[in-house]
């Protein structure tokens, strides 16, 4: 089946460096990717769309100059926590939708899990 | 804007209990998909089971079901024969039925099966 590789699983990082979190579709060619952030025992929130080629789309209330997405090849796809500060400590999913579309076109990658001390 | 609402933020039934998880959304639209996934204590995320808002027939996965009242907006996962991996945080999401498009998820419900 579809499979997302997202790494890395958790890092940690000090405040005011940047982390780069990548998703790999090692199987299949996404298109679009999702990325979304969840807080404990909290829902997904979804932050951007990004299409391959393209810029993203930020959803309503999110920091496109802080959350860098970067879709430059179909299985590819990262987000790059700019300058990070202990607020953005969370759980960041991404999400592969893929190429052939359909309804079992979501993939979602492993997840991680970033603290900033 | 689409809204999924689950009311029950956690539940929790006996192994081998059934156990039904409600679900209602809210939409203009007339063709779109629903799902419900799963995440388990390892955080990822899968896939349940989904249902295309023109079929009219129930969806069924093993002892997974739906009961899914398009006119009510109601969409609830029954899980029959419940096992101790069924423990874990459930999601009701809504998708629009064209594209490459975003799911809207609930709120969640955490569900626990006890020995």
């Known amino acids: 089946g579809a499979v997302v590789s997202q790494h890395p699983s958790w890092v940690i990082c000090k405040s005011g460096t940047s982390v780069k979190i990548e998703c790999r579709s090692l199987d299949f060619q996404a298109t679009t990717m999702f990325w979304y952030r969840q807080f404990p025992k909290q829902s997904l929130m979804l932050m951007a769309t990004s299409n391959e080629g393209s810029k993203a789309t930020y959803e309503q209330g999110v920091e496109k100059d802080k959350f860098l997405i970067n879709h430059a090849s179909l299985t590819l796809s990262t987000l790059t926590v700019t300058s990070a500060h202990p607020e953005d400590s969370s759980f960041y999913i991404c999400?592969?939708?893929?190429?052939?579309?359909?309804?079992?076109?979501?993939?979602f990658g492993s997840g991680t899990r970033l603290t900033v001390v | 804007a689409q809204t999924v609402t689950q009311s029950q933020p956690e539940m929790s039934v006996q192994e081998a209990e059934t156990v039904t998880l409600s679900c209602t959304y809210d939409?203009?639209?007339?063709?779109?998909?629903l799902f419900w996934y799963k995440q388990p204590p390892s955080r990822q995320m899968i896939l349940v089971i989904r249902q295309e808002a023109y079929k009219q027939q129930n969806a069924t996965e093993n002892r997974f079901s739906v009961n899914f009242q398009k006119a009510a907006k109601s969409f609830s996962l029954k899980i029959s024969d419940s096992q101790l991996g069924d423990t874990a945080m459930y999601f009701c999401?809504?998708?629009?039925?064209?594209?490459?498009?975003?799911?809207?998820f609930g709120q969640g419900t955490r569900l626990t099966i006890n020995p």
């Open positions: 999401a809504f998708m629009k039925h064209e594209g490459a498009q975003k799911l809207v």
């Open positions: 999400s592969a939708h893929r190429r052939q579309g359909g309804l079992y076109g979501y993939t």
């Open positions: 939409t203009s639209e007339s063709n779109y998909y």
